[in-house]
């Protein structure tokens, strides 16, 4: 929160929204997060009520907290965005959803990989038909674990392996460029597993699936990630014209590998992309802000889109190598 | 007799190495780490053969044979910097005195003369600059770690060593698989520099000899050993192996490089460099020709694809990098006799290939 979050909606403060509250079970960090965001109140998670003064909560706890504390926003009518994953299992999201759906009210998740330019160009790139015929998708992404966590969650919590943690965001950047987001009727099945350990929170995971969805046919997925060692950095898409490359990190454009060029693919143009991380960041905010204003207004970020992701998640972290 | 040592820095990826040449040695080891959740992420494989312990129990140790050390400080505010550097030294030193180590054996790197070698790499004391707080803390550390080691009669080992390379390397191999993949740059056209390298596994060969070594003859050596067995190699050599199991089609992007500063000549052609920037890239007519939906994109004004017919502009952040790519200046092994490398540089390559074909950075689609 402190990290990502807290400086864009400072930076927002003054034009979309404005912060009211910050909670922490750490009152210290709530008191840090407050001041640098001018909100009013600080202190421990507090019950809410309909008629307390806010159009949203904002929830960045370790994952298996997201369900808890947005049940409790939903149940008073507001709006809610939650850190990635979503939660901790696709159960769990469709029970959210389903509340949500009843109170009228809206649930974001904070993937803003979705909206970086290259991911964006990268969806538009496939749905043209670029590739051809899909044939093979890798998301890979590792590197040493080389930072101080608050707590030892990574390695004692079930869900703070590295599955939840840079698997969702890396399955999803996949899952989104091929648009399966948007599709009803994707199948898949996990055909193959390895962890180390063998048991969550895994530090390391290789995971080879088979999908099948009305606009791809089926194709192969496989997905590598590792918090013990680096990795290539990003999703490759093989079809049948080449094979297309969007790095993990920030990046302004995805790399077309076709015929023997090496085609650096840019904005046409429409508007103005995010120049960084940061500004990715930035954007998200702004589109939740938007959304919340405006019930009708579609976005990327709505927790509809995430119901196929947390299946595959639910699928990998079950599953126990062979 | 079962010889103990004492690691300090146990999670970083040469100390992993070294712990593992250590352990088939017949060594018993004790790795130190601040950090139990990372030591746990780290030190996985050796978790049933090493003691973990935080700093204030590895004072505790007793009869341990040396202490070697691989942590530096790498992140802190300006204010705490020097603080935390002195403390981690003095946790070291302090560490070999109280479990009555018979050496220390400190690895530090060759960025001591500056990334560039700027200054000439003599295997002796080097001067503090101020500058850059990666230099600056291994500069910190050896005077500190030399000066409370002397005054302990500690004989003593500063292992100055050349870029590590080897299967996952951060900095040598991986950094430069991501930027074929990503097509950026891997070094500035015509100025291939010299490698400098060392290959991991030998670096850990080497530290398991000096901390065999007999006191006498460490002592007569002098505390600086310089470690690059594969220093005159250039660049190009390294990455050649990584592109042929990336499987990628052409050479390695490689950047135009900077005016040198100085004659008007000089400073005209980087004027004429900068106004040519815009010609860095070739709109891909003709692929849009070939392809269908290149043309309705383009006609949809909905993306601009771009053949890259040449380097792109460099970028600040890559700077650092390039420049290392470029360094014309050769940093010499000086290493104990009659230590010779196990691995050479074929047989390194191949495994680094391996290690790359592995790691998702193939660009080939894999068979069925």
């Given at each position: 929160m402190q990290r990502l979050h807290a400086p864009a909606l400072r930076l927002l403060g003054d034009s979309s929204s404005s912060v009211r509250g910050c909670f922490d079970v750490d009152l210290e960090n709530a008191r840090t997060v407050a001041e640098a965001t001018s909100a009013t109140v600080a202190g421990p998670p507090a019950a809410v009520g309909p008629g307390d003064p806010v159009d949203a909560a904002i929830i960045a706890t370790p994952p298996e907290a997201h369900a808890e504390h947005a049940q409790r926003y939903l149940s008073a009518a507001k709006h809610v965005f939650v850190e990635k994953p979503a939660t901790i299992s696709a159960a769990e999201l469709d029970q959210l959803r389903e509340l949500a759906g009843r109170m009228g009210r809206r649930i974001f998740v904070g993937h803003f990989r979705r909206l970086f330019p290259s991911v964006q160009i990268a969806r538009r790139l496939v749905s043209l038909g670029a590739l051809g015929r899909l044939v093979r998708v890798e998301a890979t992404e590792g590197f040493r674990w080389d930072w101080e966590p608050r707590s030892n969650y990574v390695v004692e919590s079930p869900y703070g392996g590295v599955v939840h943690d840079t698997g969702s965001h890396l399955i999803d950047m996949a899952v989104f460029i091929l648009a399966l987001d948007e599709e009803p009727d994707v199948r898949f099945e996990l055909t193959s597993v390895e962890k180390t350990p063998a048991s969550e929170p895994s530090q390391h995971c290789e995971a080879e699936l088979t999908l099948e969805s009305p606009r791809h046919g089926a194709f192969v997925a496989r997905v590598m990630l590792s918090r013990m060692g680096p990795l290539a950095m990003g999703v490759k898409i093989w079809g049948e014209n080449g094979v297309l490359f969007i790095p993990a990190r920030f990046a302004a454009a995805p790399v077309l590998r076709t015929a023997g060029h090496r085609l650096l693919v840019s904005e046409g143009g429409q508007g103005a992309a995010p120049a960084s991380m940061w500004h990715s960041v930035v954007r998200m905010h702004e589109e939740f802000a938007a959304a919340v204003q405006d019930p009708h207004r579609d976005t990327v970020l709505d927790a509809r889109r995430f119901s196929l992701l947390m299946r595959i998640l639910d699928e990998i972290w079950a599953a126990t190598p062979a | 007799v079962t010889r103990k040592a004492i690691v300090f820095g146990a999670t970083n990826y040469v100390g992993g190495w070294t712990i593992r040449a250590l352990l088939d040695a017949g060594w018993e080891v004790v790795g130190v780490s601040r950090n139990p959740a990372l030591a746990s992420i780290l030190l996985q494989e050796y978790e049933d053969?090493?003691?973990?312990?935080?700093?204030?129990?590895?004072?505790?140790?007793?009869?341990?044979?040396?202490?070697?050390?691989?942590?530096?400080?790498?992140?802190?505010?300006?204010?705490?910097?020097?603080?935390?550097?002195?403390?981690?030294?003095?946790?070291?030193?302090?560490?070999?005195?109280?479990?009555?180590?018979?050496?220390?054996?400190?690895?530090?790197?060759?960025?001591?003369?500056?990334?560039?070698?700027?200054?000439?790499?003599?295997?002796?004391?080097?001067?503090?600059?101020?500058?850059?707080?990666?230099?600056?803390?291994?500069?910190?550390?050896?005077?500190?770690?030399?000066?409370?080691?002397?005054?302990?009669?500690?004989?003593?080992?500063?292992?100055?060593?050349?870029?590590?390379?080897?299967?996952?390397?951060?900095?040598?191999?991986?950094?430069?698989?991501?930027?074929?993949?990503?097509?950026?740059?891997?070094?500035?056209?015509?100025?291939?520099?010299?490698?400098?390298?060392?290959?991991?596994?030998?670096?850990?060969?080497?530290l398991a000899f000096v901390l065999d070594a007999p006191r006498e003859s460490l002592e007569a050596f002098g505390p600086y050993h310089h470690l690059a067995e594969l220093a005159s190699h250039r660049w190009a050599e390294v990455l050649e192996p990584i592109a042929r199991a990336m499987k990628v089609e052409g050479r390695p992007t490689r950047a135009t490089p900077p005016a040198r500063a100085g004659s008007p000549v000089t400073a005209l052609r980087g004027r004429v460099s900068r106004g040519r920037a815009g010609g860095y890239f070739r709109a891909a007519f003709g692929v849009a020709g070939r392809f269908e939906w290149v043309r309705r994109a383009v006609d949809r004004g909905r993306v601009r694809p771009w053949e890259l017919t040449r380097p792109l502009p460099v970028r600040p952040e890559d700077e650092g990098f390039l420049r290392i790519m470029s360094v014309p200046r050769r940093f010499p092994s000086h290493v104990m006799a009659p230590w010779t490398p196990k691995v050479d540089f074929e047989d390194a390559g191949r495994r680094i290939a391996d290690w790359v074909a592995s790691a998702g950075y193939s660009l080939r689609l894999p068979p069925g």
């Open positions: - | 053969r090493i003691e973990l312990v935080d700093p204030v129990e590895a004072k505790r140790q007793d009869d341990a044979s040396a202490v070697l050390n691989f942590a530096y400080v790498k992140e802190a505010d300006m204010e705490d910097f020097y603080r935390l550097n002195r403390s981690l030294i003095d946790a070291v030193v302090d560490t070999a005195v109280a479990s009555r180590a018979e050496r220390v054996v400190h690895t530090s790197t060759l960025a001591v003369f500056g990334y560039e070698l700027n200054v000439t790499p003599r295997p002796a004391y080097v001067r503090w600059r101020s500058g850059d707080p990666y230099v600056e803390s291994k500069i910190l550390a050896e005077h500190r770690l030399l000066r409370r080691t002397t005054r302990s009669g500690l004989p003593t080992a500063i292992v100055r060593l050349g870029n590590v390379i080897g299967p996952g390397a951060p900095s040598w191999v991986a950094e430069p698989a991501q930027r074929i993949l990503d097509d950026r740059p891997v070094g500035y056209q015509d100025r291939d520099g010299l490698s400098n390298a060392t290959y991991l596994e030998n670096v850990a060969d080497y």
